[in-house]
Structures are given as C-alpha cells and as structure tokens.
C-alpha cells in the first residue's frame, strides 16, 4: 500500500511539472470556446482540425473519370482503404452511379433537452435544423449528401421535398444509412440523374435532430469524413481521401485494360485459362509490347 501510494504521488509530482513546464493546463473545462463559436457552420471536429491540412481536393475531371471505372477496379486500387466499403443500400434510381464529394451529417434520436439546444444552436448559427433541409440551403454541385442515421433500426433523412432542394442545388445524390420516405416520388424521371441510396424506405415523417454537420461520420462498418470521395452504385459504396484520387484512376485503369485484353485472348480460345487470368509472364510481356 505504501509502494502504491508513493508511486501516486510521484506520478501525481510528474504531471503537475509537465504542465508547469509546458504552461499547459490539466483542466480541460478552463478551454472556453470563443465567442460565436457554436454558430460555425460546420461541426468544429479537433480529427478534421489536424486532418485538414493534410487532404488534397478532387476536381471535376477526375470524379467525370471515376464515373467509367468498375466499382472492382476502384476497390483494387484503394490498398488499405479498400475496407472503406459498405454495401446493403437500395437506389431510387437503379443503375445510376453516384460519384461526388461527401457532405456529412450526424443525426440523433429526440429527447426534449436536445430539441431545446439544437434550436438554439440552429438560431445563433442562422440555419434550418432540419438538416435535409440545410443540405437543400447549403449543398455544393458535386456534393452526395452522407447521413449517418442509426441504419435499419434507425429513422427517415426526408422526403420527396427535401430530395428535390437537394437536387435543384447541384448535388449529385445521397447516402442515407437509415431511411427515407417516397419512394415512388424518387423513382420518377424527375430524379434521374440523382440517386438516393438508403437502407430502408419508410412512410413515417422525418423526426430525428442532426447534431453534427460536415464532421465524420459513421456509416455501416466504416468511417466517412467530410471532403471524401464517394462513388457508389448496385455493387456498393466506396468512400476514400481525396489525395488517393490520381493514383487510384491510374491503377483503375491500368487493371480495366488488363482485363480487356484477358477477356480478348479468352474469346480467341488460343491459350489455356490458367496463362490468361492472371496473365503468364510470356503474354504479360505480349501485352506491354502491344499497349
């Protein structure tokens, strides 16, 4: 018991130096945010403070050219980011891919407290609560509006209204790991072009309060942060950092030409399966001399 407590006392003597040293404090609640703070647009995320420095962008060009790329070959080229990879959405608009840069949302179910502070933050930061209908204010072209919702035991992101907003902005389409209402009103022409991809399609109005706003998120198994990459279609989704975006097009399109040219020496019926895929070193050194 001794021991313990000198040992308490030695680490505690330790501790109170560092911050001595460093002029550093050891009470966290003494960090008071600035004033105006809560009304910053986008949820303050200390992960995206340091992680924001470090992204890259992607460009119109570059998501035109994910846009004809196997969700395979994407995946392959992706390395460790390949468990960035959720499937189980069903489209509104099947056969559609969804390529674009992820805008992220956080929802929570209601409680009486909540619903009082989140109207206040909403107030101070001059904002729709509902954040469909933020995201219909808000939403860049380009942007796939990712909702993180409490999956299929979760709630309803919106309706044919809020889709529309969301369209008519620019949007490229969503990602709802819960649910949304009219499906038959999604699956209209007048959606063409803008995917909804959710868990479920339920009837009941939107009730659940988004806490976070452009901060990760949660979807599936998987994190989603803001600015990522997004492609998705039947297969899936893929979400990565954008910074991967040059490299893994290269590779993506180097697998597909691959793959062309197996699919080509198949049909010819001239060599044995097991020297086209994958190709032996003999018809590898055939296919760089022909490229």
Not at 65 to 77: D, F, K, M, T, V
Not at 167 to 172: H, P, Q, S, V
């Amino acid at each position: 018991m001794r021991r313990l407590v000198a040992c308490m006392i030695v680490v505690g003597f330790g501790v109170t130096a560092w911050a001595q040293s460093t002029g550093r404090s050891l009470d966290t609640a003494a960090v008071v945010p600035p004033e105006g703070f809560r009304a910053n647009r986008t949820t303050f995320s200390a992960v995206m403070d340091v992680l924001d420095s470090r992204r890259g962008t992607v460009s119109d060009q570059e998501l035109a050219a994910l846009r004809s790329l196997p969700l395979e070959s994407i995946w392959g080229a992706l390395g460790d980011y390949r468990v960035n990879y959720v499937r189980g959405f069903t489209s509104t608009q099947p056969g559609e891919r969804l390529v674009g840069r992820a805008l992220t949302m956080r929802f929570l179910p209601p409680r009486p407290d909540l619903v009082a502070a989140v109207d206040i933050l909403a107030n101070d930061g001059d904002w729709d609560r509902r954040y469909y209908a933020r995201a219909a204010e808000e939403a860049q072209p380009d942007d796939v509006v990712v909702a993180e919702l409490g999956g299929t035991d979760g709630h309803n992101l919106f309706g044919g209204m809020g889709a529309l907003g969301i369209k008519l902005r620019g949007a490229a389409g969503v990602i709802i790991d819960g649910g949304s209402r009219d499906l038959l009103e999604l699956q209209d022409s007048l959606f063409e072009g803008f995917p909804v991809f959710a868990r479920l399609f339920d009837v009941r109005t939107t009730s659940w309060l988004g806490v976070e706003w452009n901060a990760p998120v949660r979807i599936g198994q998987v994190t989603v942060l803001p600015g990522d990459v997004v492609v998705a279609d039947a297969g899936g989704a893929l979400f990565f950092p954008p910074e991967l975006v040059a490299s893994v097009l290269e590779s993506a399109a180097e697998r597909s030409a691959i793959e062309a040219y197996e699919r080509e020496l198949l049909r010819s019926q001239m060599h044995r399966f097991r020297d086209v895929y994958p190709l032996s070193p003999v018809l590898r050194e055939q296919f760089e001399r022909q490229r």
